[in-house]
């Protein structure tokens, strides 16, 4: 009885050993076959956020398409893309979907709501939150909805432009590979913003070519100072778009003084009447330091003399920038805007030079009033 027992036990195993290995086998080729298709799904998705990214160069509209191609491939319902500004170095919302605009400004105004999001940016990493306790849903988070959220950086030729956040009003935690995917479109939309800053870049420096040109022209057709400055500060407006008033002042070597010459966008009248126009304020800093001067705020500023007539105007950040020839300082060019900015060092240059151009016109007009007062 042991014998047979031993025996029918020997041909059982014998008999199964096939079946196991077949099982086994076609286990195998079920993954292979499930992570052959997981790839593909995953590279027809990069395929579509890619073509979305690439249909336009104005960024707004590119990273707006892809993002809701990003929502659409991954089954999530919010979306913000941040990027950050070169010189301030704040993160400010793009694009977004599944928000209210009321909490994408908030995302803008307060680095608290997008705290997480510059942990990212400067530490180059992604960070995850699947399913957070209520102490971790900050009050605006909740009335918007968001639970499970992943930021991931956006970047392109080693640096980080910005960050992307997706998320879910459910609980829906990222599987590794969701994250892998993820960062893959981080590098996509970094690509494509490089691509439409570099657009923009030569469009800008046509543009600035193009107004170069057209002072040059001025300069070389009149000797009448109103007309070439005028042509400068038209030039100005139209290229350099949130200028929201320009002024020039001109040095008096018979009084010794900054005198207001001509504005625009400003009342001529009220702006030459302000006592603090002549010997003080912003352009004499300018003048004295043959330098260029940015203000943050020159309705705060203590360099900046009567704030009141910059509220009356909203006038709110100042660049100012010499009139330069032959080592001689002229005067000064003023630029404001309506809301704060910090320039950067393209448009000081950019301002300069149109200066530097507007001091020829200057000195030559100058020079032939000279002469005709002598002829007279």
């Not at 941040?82 to 979907?97: F, M, N, P």
């Not at 209520?134 to 956006?154: K, N, Q, T, Y």
């Not at 500060?233 to 008096?252: M, N, Q």
């Amino acid at each position: 009885l042991l014998s047979i027992l031993l025996s029918w036990l020997a041909f059982v195993s014998l008999e199964s050993f096939p079946l196991r290995a077949l099982d086994r086998a076609l286990g195998d080729n079920r993954r292979l076959l499930e992570e052959t298709q997981s790839i593909a799904q995953e590279q027809t998705a990069l395929n579509s956020i890619a073509t979305a990214a690439s249909q336009t160069l104005e960024i707004h509209a590119m990273l707006q398409s892809a993002l809701e191609q990003t929502l659409k491939v991954t089954n999530r319902t919010i979306g913000i893309v941040r990027l950050k500004d070169d010189v301030s170095g704040r993160l400010t919302v793009i694009g977004h979907k599944g928000i209210s605009q009321t909490y994408a400004t908030a995302l803008d105004e307060e680095q608290r709501l997008g705290k997480r999001a510059y942990e990212v940016m400067n530490e180059g990493a992604v960070h995850v939150i699947d399913n957070p306790a209520p102490a971790e849903i900050m009050d605006d988070s909740r009335a918007e909805g968001i639970l499970s959220r992943i930021w991931v950086p956006i970047q392109a030729h080693g640096r980080i432009l910005g960050v992307l956040t997706i998320a879910s009003s459910t609980v829906q935690p990222y599987s590794a590979r969701e994250i892998e995917l993820l960062k893959a479109i981080g590098s996509i939309f970094g690509a494509a913003v490089a691509n439409a800053r570099l657009f923009e870049d030569t469009q800008k420096n046509l543009s600035r070519i193009q107004a170069l040109r057209e002072i040059d022209q001025a300069i070389n057709s009149t000797l009448d100072l109103r007309e070439v400055l005028d042509v400068l500060l038209e030039r100005i407006e139209v290229f350099l778009p949130y200028a929201s008033a320009t002024t020039v002042r001109l040095f008096d070597k018979q009084s010794g003084k900054l005198m207001p010459i001509t504005c625009r966008n400003l009342d001529m009248e009220e702006w030459k009447a302000e006592p603090w126009n002549v010997g003080r304020g912003t352009p004499n800093i300018v003048f004295d330091s043959g330098k260029p001067v940015t203000i943050l705020d020159v309705q705060t500023d203590p360099r900046a003399r009567n704030p009141e007539f910059f509220k009356k105007y909203g006038l709110v950040s100042y660049l100012g920038v010499p009139f330069v020839v032959h080592g001689e300082t002229l005067g000064a060019l003023s630029l404001y805007t309506k809301e704060k900015r910090a320039f950067n060092q393209q448009e000081i240059d950019f301002l300069s030079t149109l200066a530097g151009q507007g001091s020829i016109a200057i000195m030559n007009s100058q020079l032939f009033e000279k002469a005709e007062r002598r002829r007279r």
